[in-house]
């Protein structure tokens, strides 16, 4: 670059560096969720943490009419239902604060795939991509193409706590899923309680200690927000799911 005053001191330009480096947005992390997370049953008001049975008895926020059942879509609970949680009844997203357990060693509650698209049963060969099992569409539409799937893996306590600050898109099941360690390979048969987003704002030990697994205090997202963050997983659905 050529210069004006410098040159009184001998220099007639001077080389300029500059760098600078691209950056992908994080993008969304898809999980499994089985019903150790999203429970009727689990209350934790003795340790003073909101969880899905305290949103649903306090007014506000009157969660699903505080109806726990209407809150998390275990009245509809089914196969390939794909209702957004928290909004049924009453829409109380967004929400802060609420508190979710993540199950026990030996009783894991989160999952996740650990191979790239698409996903492969070891069943039959049947592969989907996450945007299919989200949306229950093509391979994903049939439940015996879901069974012993390839890579299915649970999240240790490491695991946990590196979706601290993540932004996750997750489909919940409405029981256990049953997971095989040795083969890492596990079945995503069965009624589901449909699909939620939020973004993790804090991983805590389990007051209970002992082999319960950390627990996560959650900000779910807005319908909008969900739809946006399922996307960014690779899960795409449209106007039709947001307003059933």
């Not at 509650?109 to 191979?115: A, D, I, N, P, W």
């Not at 099992?133 to 706590?161: F, H, R, Y």
Request: charged share 20%; aromatic share 8%; proline share 5%.
């Amino acid at each position: 670059m050529p210069v004006y005053f410098m040159r009184w001191y001998g220099y007639d330009k001077l080389d300029i560096a500059a760098s600078s480096e691209a950056q992908r947005p994080e993008r969304t992390k898809f999980l499994m969720l089985d019903e150790d997370n999203i429970s009727t049953g689990t209350s934790l008001s003795g340790y003073g943490l909101m969880s899905i049975k305290e949103i649903s008895e306090s007014n506000p926020p009157g969660c699903g009419n505080e109806d726990e059942s209407v809150c998390v879509n275990d009245d509809i609970a089914d196969l390939y239902v794909r209702d957004l949680l928290f909004t049924r009844g009453k829409n109380i997203t967004p929400y802060s604060g609420l508190w979710i357990p993540t199950g026990q060693v030996g009783d894991f509650g989160v999952f996740q795939f650990t191979h790239p698209e698409p996903q492969t049963s070891n069943q039959n060969g049947a592969q989907f991509t996450t945007e299919e099992l989200i949306s229950a569409t093509c391979a994903a539409s049939d439940e015996n193409n879901l069974d012993k799937i390839d890579g299915v893996a649970a999240l240790g306590e490491a695991e946990i706590n590196a979706l601290l600050d993540k932004t996750v898109c997750a489909l919940v099941f409405d029981s256990d899923i049953s997971w095989d360690y040795a083969k890492v390979e596990g079945s995503l048969k069965g009624a589901t309680l449909g699909i939620t987003a939020f973004r993790v704002k804090q991983v805590m030990p389990h007051p209970d200690g002992g082999s319960s697994l950390p627990l996560l205090r959650i900000d779910v997202l807005s319908s909008g927000e969900t739809a946006d963050a399922c996307n960014s997983a690779g899960a795409t659905f449209g106007a039709a799911l947001l307003t059933k």
